[in-house]
């Protein structure tokens, strides 16, 4: 950590602040909501009045609480400008909001562990031509595999990308009725494809559904927040996914 270190809220440092019952004392909690991705660890000191040592100590607690991430530790500062990192804008979101979707993670995690699926939206019925088409994108040739043998099996129509650029050049092609989006891709990562879906005109209300072998209320987080209609725990078992595509689908 040094003066021109970024640090950036978590879903739950964004939570925190607007917990009424959670207790933070006044240093902290002053030092937490400034905290927005863009300033300086210097500048958050002159905006507090606080002295570098005490705000490091304050930030290293939160650190260690999940309340803040450190988005950038570098000596140049307008390089966070232009960073592609992985995490959100949770910055965006007002305490109110956060608390909420806090809530709605951890209503996810619940159902993950227990379930092995979390279905987060449920679409209206549309009309189709035939059988529910569905795009998967994964790596793992032998979920892959699984999936396609299984969902043909239950009436689907399944397609298979094992990388994002080929989900991305599939999606450009042809509008699936559902996408099932592995996490951990060999070019990208579900989460990016998902964002990029939400921002196409034509795509935006696409049903998703994540494929992820991480249960964290942080993992859940960052699906709902990219627009996840649905979770499925990895390994799957048959029933808890077509529970959760059926779902999401409401067929």
């Not at 040592?53 to 500062?77: C, I, N, P, T």
């Not at 232009?82 to 804008?89: E, P, Q």
Request: glycine share 8%; hydrophobic share 45%; net charge negative.
């Amino acid at each position: 950590m040094n003066k021109n270190s970024v640090f950036s809220k978590t879903e739950k440092g964004v939570a925190a602040l607007g917990w009424g019952k959670l207790l933070l004392a006044r240093q902290k909690k002053r030092l937490l909501g400034m905290v927005d991705g863009r300033s300086s660890l210097a500048e958050l000191c002159e905006e507090s009045g606080l002295s570098q040592d005490v705000a490091e100590e304050l930030l290293s607690g939160m650190l260690a609480e999940g309340l803040v991430r450190l988005q950038f530790a570098g000596h140049d500062v307008s390089a966070v400008q232009a960073s592609s990192d992985d995490s959100i804008a949770v910055t965006e979101l007002d305490p109110e909001e956060g608390l909420r979707a806090w809530a709605e993670a951890q209503r996810g995690t619940k159902a993950l562990r227990e379930e092995g699926f979390f279905a987060h939206k449920i679409h209206p019925m549309q009309e189709r031509k035939g059988r529910p088409n569905i795009l998967s994108v994964e790596d793992d040739m032998l979920i892959a595999h699984l999936l396609t043998a299984l969902l043909t099996e239950e009436g689907f129509d399944v397609r298979h990308a094992a990388d994002g650029a080929t989900a991305f050049r599939m999606l450009e092609e042809e509008m699936p009725d559902m996408v099932i989006l592995d996490v951990m891709l060999p070019d990208t990562t579900g989460f990016k494809i998902l964002e990029w879906i939400r921002k196409q005109p034509r795509l935006a209300y696409l049903p998703a559904i994540m494929l992820t072998a991480q249960v964290g209320e942080e993992d859940v987080m960052h699906g709902l927040r990219a627009g996840a209609d649905g979770y499925i725990f990895k390994p799957f078992k048959p029933e808890p996914l077509l529970r959760c595509i059926r779902g999401v689908l409401k067929l």
